[in-house]
């Protein structure tokens, strides 16, 4: 079994800043794509950004410039780097990744339980 673990999600005034964190543990043989996703009240959930094991990120525009995506692949670890927090992102954050649990098995989509950020002043 694979779990996500979200973390560092919390209140923040307009303008602030926060780092998420998404630590993997369970029987993971390796992690490709690795993302973020996030789900407002009464909207639907949208991509925020990606990245893959070989470090090439895709940002969606909203918060291109704003904010940046890493990895520690040793750790099996993401993190989000959110800065000039607008009221617009505050949503649920989700992390998603894609795992392969053998090396004879395909990736397969695992999701975490999810942080929220409140953006507020």
């Known amino acids: 079994q694979v779990q996500l673990v979200e973390s560092g999600g919390g209140l923040v005034q307009p303008g602030g800043s926060l780092q998420l964190s998404c630590a993997a543990s369970?029987?993971?043989?390796?992690?490709?794509?690795m993302a973020w996703y996030r789900q407002a009240p009464g909207k639907q959930r949208e991509f925020v950004t990606s990245?893959?094991?070989?470090?090439?990120?895709n940002y969606a525009d909203s918060v291109e410039g704003r904010f940046t995506i890493s990895r520690d692949n040793a750790k099996n670890t993401m993190y989000l780097q959110m800065d000039s927090l607008k009221l617009e992102d505050t949503a649920v954050y989700y992390c998603?990744?894609?795992?392969?649990?053998?090396?004879?098995?395909?990736?397969?989509?695992?999701w975490g339980q999810g942080t929220q950020v409140t953006v507020s002043s």
């Open positions: 990245i893959t094991n070989a470090g090439s990120t």
């Open positions: 369970g029987s993971i043989s390796n992690i490709n794509a």
């Open positions: 998603n990744a894609m795992v392969r649990v053998s090396p004879l098995f395909a990736p397969r989509p695992y």
